[in-house]
């Protein structure tokens, strides 16, 4: 009886310590109770949903209010990632080990928390909301190389979400602008963005967040989804600072003008204005008879995914629905302008950048991050711009992975920032875990502080006309940590 008693007492202590553990916590919607990560002292909330699943009469509709559940929710698993193409073996998926994630669904409007302080709301934790790249085709916000339980380490509370992608996305039709004449758009994946960053605004203090202090960050369309975020209207007020990562910097429309002696102030042509996408997928979807809201809402989540590239493959002609890449339609209600329209008026956000890209990345970054760092110090504001330049050693246990995923290619410095280097295959040497430990630190000293070098700053100054030096990310011949000032390194030079 005695050893009974006593199994039943240390249950008991188990089941109290579990609890203090893992702390049930009220937000919108009701409560949850979330799991430990594999850190010390650092908690995570999976699968949170921060708005209606859209499915049925909710596609293609701004997101809803949460749906209010019963007794304590258990956020121990990682929500749906919006539906997307199948990724197979190769390219991305070897570097990023795709397979775990949940099946893809129409249904994935879900967060994802890590934290040091759940439930200790006086604490006032820097917050950062990480947006996944993708194309706004592809991606979701757990996947392996956004563990974010080094940034919780860091004392910052990092949120990751899944946002719609794709043809559920980004969809534009007259219908749909007749359903809600005030607010048409067709930008429902941006409005899921500021969705999750309302949900910040209202729910992160009960993560010991300050919802006054919020970064956000992504890269490649993740990083456009930032730019898009700094010009809407609908998003000011919910963040005080920007990184953008290998999304390019400012095409300035005035010196397009002076070459090509165009107009200046034109949309940038990476933008289809909301008329032009209604009247592209309208023609799209009445090819395919599905001639009325109704049907469309109707019809099978594969036959909407399908249909774009169906419709080209036919007809041989290009839709706003086979676009690649995405870009948000400019609607004057979700996004006014462009981002390069914003940065030259004055109507961009108003808050500090970190602003780079790596090495290998395609396109002519580099200037075009001067350029927008100039932009920032002639409005008054600040940039701080950097290169990531460390090429991936590679010991040749992958042959499937091909010259894109080469040198400092694009994504490359993902791993670095949130230092989850243990989740991916390549044979790392204490260089890159010294080099990783830098980079978070800027990264999340500019979530604290707005400034990369901490309170105090240090040599990495933001990019101006006196100091046009960019922070490069380097390992040394040694493999020893190296970051330093100075012009960036160009791909294809020693």
């Excluded at 909301?129 to 392996?144: K, N, T, V």
């Excluded at 999750?196 to 369309?221: T, Y």
Aim: proline share 7%.
């Amino acid at each position: 009886m005695k050893k009974i008693l006593l199994f039943l007492s240390v249950m008991a202590l188990a089941a109290c310590s579990q609890v203090k553990e893992c702390p049930v916590l009220e937000i919108e919607g009701g409560k949850i109770q979330g799991v430990t990560a594999d850190k010390e002292g650092v908690y995570v909330y999976k699968g949170i949903p921060y708005a209606a699943p859209p499915i049925g009469e909710n596609r293609w509709r701004a997101p809803q209010p949460v749906i209010p559940w019963e007794g304590v929710r258990m956020c121990d698993k990682f929500g749906h990632p919006a539906f997307q193409a199948a990724h197979y073996p190769g390219g991305y998926t070897t570097e990023w080990g795709y397979g775990d994630e949940a099946p893809y669904s129409e249904d994935c409007l879900y967060l994802n928390v890590w934290t040091k302080a759940p439930g200790e709301t006086d604490r006032k934790l820097p917050v950062a909301l990480w947006i996944f790249g993708g194309g706004l085709r592809e991606g979701w916000g757990s996947e392996p190389e956004f563990d974010g339980k080094e940034w919780a380490a860091k004392d910052v509370v990092l949120v990751s979400f899944n946002y719609r992608v794709g043809p559920f996305g980004f969809f534009a039709h007259p219908e749909l602008s007749a359903e809600d004449p005030e607010h048409a758009t067709g930008n429902w994946g941006t409005l899921d963005q500021i969705a999750a960053l309302k949900w910040v605004k209202e729910n992160i203090e009960q993560f010991g967040g300050d919802p006054d202090n919020v970064m956000i960050f992504g890269q490649s369309a993740g990083s456009r989804s930032v730019k898009f975020l700094s010009v809407s209207p609908l998003a000011r007020g919910l963040f005080n600072k920007a990184v953008v990562m290998s999304g390019s910097g400012l095409v300035d429309p005035r010196k397009q003008a002076q070459a090509s002696n165009a107009p200046a102030g034109l949309p940038s042509q990476s933008h289809l204005t909301l008329a032009q996408a209604e009247n592209s997928i309208k023609e799209v979807m009445d090819w395919a008879n599905l001639t009325d809201l109704r049907k469309m809402r109707a019809a099978s989540t594969e036959t909407i995914f399908s249909l774009g590239t169906i419709y080209t493959a036919v007809t041989g002609k290009r839709s706003a629905l086979s676009a690649m890449p995405i870009a948000p339609y400019i609607d004057n209600y979700v996004l006014p302008m462009s981002f390069d329209e914003a940065c030259v008026t004055d109507q961009l956000a108003k808050v500090p950048y970190l602003i780079g890209y790596t090495l290998n990345d395609s396109g002519n970054m580099g200037p075009q991050i001067a350029d927008f760092c100039l932009n920032r110090e002639e409005l008054g504001g600040k940039a701080y711009a950097y290169q990531f330049a460390r090429p991936l050693p590679d010991d040749g246990s992958h042959p499937e992975v091909t010259s894109r995923l080469k040198g400092a290619f694009h994504s490359s410095d993902l791993w670095y920032v949130f230092k989850s280097l243990e989740h991916c295959w390549r044979p790392w040497t204490q260089g890159d875990w010294d080099l990783s430990e830098r980079m978070l630190s800027a990264w999340s000293n500019f979530a604290k502080y707005g400034d990369p070098e901490g309170p105090d700053g240090g040599d990495w100054k933001p990019y101006t006309s006196e100091n046009p030096n960019f922070m490069v990310f380097r390992l040394d011949e040694n493999d020893a940590e190296a970051s330093f000032l100075g012009q960036p390194l160009v791909a294809g030079r020693p």
